[in-house]
């Protein structure tokens, strides 16, 4: 090697190893926004150097930049659409405004109108690609961690002894100790991973009704049983509707909607009888005549409405016992929190979409997406834009694609018509591709919806639900040109075969109305959401401050730990 190209290596080298090392510059760019203060973030070796303080200190550091300080908001109400992609949101978009009878490309949903909007980096500090309780944890933490991690910094999955010094303060622990109203909303299970990252500490996101002996052993317990702890901070979340009756409940004890199952619990313990022993002026409420009778008046409300899941939004009518829709319990919600002078904070999740993405449904991904964009609507509508933030975002993305020339106004869940492709030089017909096929626009890049044969159905086009196991490789693409694939149930195409579609690695949108919206802007790590909540809510922060965790500036950078906001714990 010539002494020249020693050199240059040389020389490369300590340029990658100092852009490798170099520290954030959160302030660079935004110094010139309202209230933009700058906090000084530690060279660190990345991933190496990410510890847990850092990424608080790294999240704190990019919301003051952005002028998060100056917000002054009362409320505070998270959207999470769960899987909630770009392209779930540009499809829904459209799908809503042909349900109306217009084009639908110039539709837009709800949040879509908000003045603040943004990008979010998504990513695990274990994984490209994240799941939901990783993300959820750092939108609820500001601390980014490990994929399957609920409410603990970063460590190792089914490690208990190690997950024991790791646990993070999430906003809604924060609010709740600080004297505000704290709410949950969700189609998903209560335990499951988005919600859980709010009130819940445990390495692994499955151990929602049992924990492994060893782990049980080690000190873990259960995400169901957690929720019971959560008034710890204050008077725990007042509202909380969801699905997941079962893990509530011990193997024992048969469901009121469905007699034929049972719970999940092996301790038998009824989590449901302990939550209604510990709010005596609480209301335990299961259908939608009891909802509507009580869910928005109660002093506190526990809502669990199916014993997994609640129903999708396109298959929630056919509910013999009711349930109520994502708008009804948004709407719910707010007013019952209201009530609270001091202000409250409320997670909504918008949970099936990512179920539908999984399970290769386009359909009902945009249904639920739809009914989310209600939701948000209900909430706009229900409160004052000068007190109130609301931020709209996801956890992640899907594999979801978007393709082909459609003529304007073409279906967006049907097949791809054109004028002659990119080129538009032909009569309006359908697209087909180079073996003389009709296509979708939306598709996905792998999932169920693989069409070659399976040990549950046959080769050709896939019918939801569908899991896709003992399959066989297609010999070709079938003629969808008689396929009604604007059906309900129709299963987009999936380029590789998978028992459920994965998630995606690219970055989520994000949009915000309120005080403290306009620092959002521009592209920032997931975790900041959270420092951008707490800064822009005096409460909040002055909590953090009021226990030592804020620099000379007020600005929390110090990561809480739980003992100095945890109230005694009451004796049995």
Not at 56 to 69: S, V
Not at 204 to 209: D, L, P, V, Y
Not at 328 to 355: C, K, Q, W, Y
Request: net charge negative.
């Amino acid at each position: 090697m010539s002494r020249s190209t020693l050199l240059a290596t040389a020389l490369s080298t300590l340029l990658l190893s100092a852009c490798a090392s170099s520290p954030a510059t959160p302030a660079a760019a935004a110094t010139s926004q309202p209230g933009a203060l700058t906090v000084d973030v530690p060279a660190i070796s990345r991933p190496q150097g990410e510890t847990a303080q850092w990424w608080y200190r790294h999240g704190a550091a990019e919301a003051a930049a952005r002028g998060a300080m100056s917000g002054q908001a009362k409320n505070v109400i998270v959207f999470l659409g769960d899987g909630m992609s770009l392209t779930t949101v540009a499809a829904a978009r459209i799908f809503e405004g042909q349900r109306a009878g217009a084009p639908g490309e110039e539709n837009l949903l709800s949040w879509e109108r908000f003045p603040a909007t943004a990008f979010a980096k998504t990513y695990n500090t274990d994984a490209q690609t994240p799941d939901s309780a990783g993300t959820m944890t750092a939108i609820a933490s500001g601390v980014k961690t490990h994929m399957g991690a609920i409410g603990v910094s970063a460590g190792k999955r089914t490690d208990c002894a190690d997950s024991l010094d790791k646990p993070v303060l999430s906003w809604l622990q924060l609010a709740d100790g600080a004297g505000l109203g704290t709410g949950i909303v969700t189609t998903a299970r209560l335990t499951h991973a988005t919600p859980a990252a709010t009130y819940a500490h445990s390495p692994e996101r499955n151990w929602e009704a049992n924990v492994p002996a060893q782990a049980q052993a080690e000190g873990c317990r259960d995400i169901a049983q957690q929720l019971l702890d959560a008034p710890r901070y204050g008077r725990g979340p007042q509202v909380l509707l969801a699905g997941g009756r079962s893990y509530f409940t011990p193997t024992g004890v048969a469901d009121p909607e469905y007699p034929q199952q049972y719970g999940r619990r092996t301790d038998g313990r009824n989590l449901i009888n302990e939550w209604q022993s510990a709010n005596p002026a609480g209301r335990y409420v299961w259908n939608k005549e009891q909802f509507l009778a009580q869910a928005a008046t109660a002093p506190a409300v526990l809502g669990l409405f199916e014993p997994d899941h609640m129903q999708y939004e396109h298959d929630r009518p056919n509910d013999g016992t009711g349930e109520p829709s994502l708008a009804e319990m948004t709407r719910a919600a707010i007013a019952n929190l209201s009530r609270n002078p001091e202000g409250f904070v409320l997670l909504v999740e918008g949970a099936r979409i990512d179920h539908a993405n999984h399970a290769g449904n386009a359909y009902r991904a945009l249904s639920d997406t739809i009914a989310l964009s209600d939701a948000v609507r209900a909430a706009a509508e229900a409160t004052d834009e000068s007190e109130t933030l609301i931020i709209v975002t996801a956890d992640h993305s899907h594999t979801l694609n978007f393709v082909g020339y459609p003529a304007r106004g073409n279906d967006i869940l049907g097949k791809v018509q054109d004028f002659g492709g990119e080129d538009g030089d032909g009569p309006l017909q359908l697209a087909r591709d180079a073996m003389g096929l009709p296509y979708t626009t939306l598709s996905y890049a792998n999932g169920p919806g693989y069409t070659g044969a399976s040990g549950h159905q046959p080769a050709g086009p896939k019918t939801h639900p569908h899991r896709a196991r003992g399959v066989v490789a297609a010999t070709g693409r079938p003629d969808l040109t008689q396929v009604d694939t604007a059906h309900p149930d129709y299963m987009q195409e999936a380029l590789v075969p998978m028992t459920s579609e994965t998630h995606g690695g690219e970055d989520v949108g994000v949009w915000a109305r309120g005080p403290g919206s306009h620092s959002l802007h521009g592209t920032l790590e997931q975790n900041s959401l959270h420092h951008v909540i707490i800064q822009a809510t005096p409460r909040l922060r002055q909590a953090l401050c009021q226990a030592g965790n804020c620099d000379s500036n007020g600005v929390p950078v110090t990561l809480p730990r739980l003992q100095q906001f945890q109230r005694p714990a009451a004796q049995p």
